[in-house]
């Protein structure tokens, strides 16, 4: 288990940027894999991206494919999700979570550990 804050979240106008941070400490957090996922009033907690522990491998959402970013720093402790051309239906709570499995999937219950959630609003 690793402990996760994310920060970052806030109100933009439609075709904004905005960058998430999502800080993780504990033991091996280097091995972790991570990932972003969001959710929005009445939907369910819906897959966004996630890159290996390794930053080998990072994958996307349909959705966000081509607009948002996953990257990390170079002590795998911090991740970030930057995320441009921003939609009105990009509006959702955005959660951090981290896996020790070095693939996971696409499912919440792929992933073991969660941040606590930052508020992304995207007016028109």
């Known amino acids: 288990q690793v402990q996760l804050v994310e920060s970052g979240g806030g109100l933009v106008q439609s075709g904004d940027s905005m960058t998430l941070s999502c800080t993780a400490s504990?033991?091996?957090?280097?091995?972790?894999?991570m990932a972003w996922f969001r959710q929005a009033p009445g939907n369910q907690r819906e897959f966004v991206g996630a890159?290996?522990?390794?930053?080998?491998?990072?994958y996307y959402s349909d959705a966000v494919k081509g607009r948002f970013t996953i990257s990390r720093d170079s002590a795998k402790t911090t991740v970030y999700l930057q995320m441009n051309s921003l939609k009105v239906e990009d509006t959702a709570v955005y959660y951090c979570?981290?896996?020790?499995?070095?693939?996971?999937?696409?499912?919440?219950?792929?992933?073991?550990?969660w941040g606590q959630g930052t508020q992304v609003t995207v007016s028109s």
């Open positions: 890159s290996r522990y390794d930053t080998s491998v990072t």
């Open positions: 504990g033991r091996l957090v280097n091995r972790f894999s």
């Open positions: 979570a981290a896996d020790l499995n070095p693939l996971p999937g696409e499912r919440p219950a792929d992933f073991r550990s």
